[in-house]
């Protein structure tokens, strides 16, 4: 069966970084896109960042410049480098899959066919 497991998440001040890591099992990895979602506590999941499957990123305006999204085709895992952590950045970090072949990323949350279960990011002022 698909599964996505995060890892990675934990407790830092403004300024500093954490990697996230999505580790995928029960299909093949590398022949699809993959994507980084959060939500806050009563907020919609939002997009965050996606890889494709030909190796084009793409991110939100509010984490371009310091989130870099990456996967490592050897270890089945995809990653989320985030540096320059605001406390706006604070929430519950998903990593998910999407099957369809699609040109550019996709944005939209219910696009995406498989989900991991989360991993909590949290920023203090």
């Known amino acids: 069966q698909v599964q996505l497991v995060e890892s990675g998440g934990g407790l830092v001040q403004a300024g500093g970084s954490l990697s996230a890591s999505c580790a995928v099992s029960?299909?093949?990895?590398?022949?699809?896109?993959m994507g980084w979602f959060r939500q806050a506590p009563g907020k919609e999941r939002e997009f965050v960042a996606a890889?494709?499957?030909?190796?084009?990123?793409d991110y939100s305006d509010s984490v371009k410049g310091r989130f870099t999204i990456s996967r490592d085709n050897a270890k089945n895992t995809v990653y989320l480098q985030m540096n320059s952590l605001k406390p706006d950045d604070t929430a519950v970090y998903y990593c998910?899959?999407?099957?369809?072949?699609?040109?550019?990323?996709?944005?939209?949350?219910?696009?995406?066919?498989?989900w991991g279960q989360g991993t909590q990011v949290t920023v203090s002022s």
């Open positions: 029960g299909r093949p990895f590398s022949s699809y896109t």
């Open positions: 890889l494709h499957r030909s190796g084009y990123t």
């Open positions: 998910a899959l999407d099957l369809n072949p699609t040109l550019l990323v996709r944005t939209i949350a219910s696009a995406y066919d498989y």
